[in-house]
Nanobody, 119 residues
Framework: VQLQASGGGLVQAGGSLRLSCAAS????????MAWYRQPPGKQRELVAG???????SYTASVKDRFTISRDNAKNTVYLQMNSLNPEDTAVYYC??????????????WGQGTQVTVSS
């Protein structure tokens, strides 16, 4: 199983970016999907999550600005980020719980995509 994240980049404050993370390989089922981020010099933190049923949750600092969504047919999770500010600068990682031939869910991480917001 591989997770390929994309969509990061450099944007001015107030701008928008859309991150994507596509899972590929011998996938039987996908459960929860999430986005984490790790700002420079800080610990990794959970940004947003979405269940297999479509329920979403967000950390307080991104509510009403970020939207997580998923396309089950494409095994892909998205993070639409609006009204970005310099505090959103971080490496963003996707995390996905995937069932393979082991018949259990294991979590997998994407390679990380850099988001830099200039003031």
């Amino acid at each position: 199983v591989q997770l390929q994240a994309s969509g990061g980049g450099l944007v001015q404050a107030g701008g928008s970016l859309r991150l994507s993370c596509a899972a590929s390989g011998s996938i039987l089922s996908i459960n929860n999907m999430a986005w984490y981020r790790q700002p420079p010099g800080k610990q990794r933190e959970l940004v947003a999550g979405i269940t297999s049923g479509g329920s979403t949750s967000y950390t307080a600092s991104v509510k009403d600005r970020f939207t997580i969504s998923r396309d089950n047919a494409k095994n892909t999770v998205y993070l639409q980020m609006n009204s970005l500010n310099p505090e959103d600068t971080a490496v963003y990682y996707c995390n996905v719980f995937i069932m393979t031939a082991t018949s259990r869910y294991d979590d997998y991480w994407g390679q990380g995509t850099q988001v830099t917001v200039s003031s």
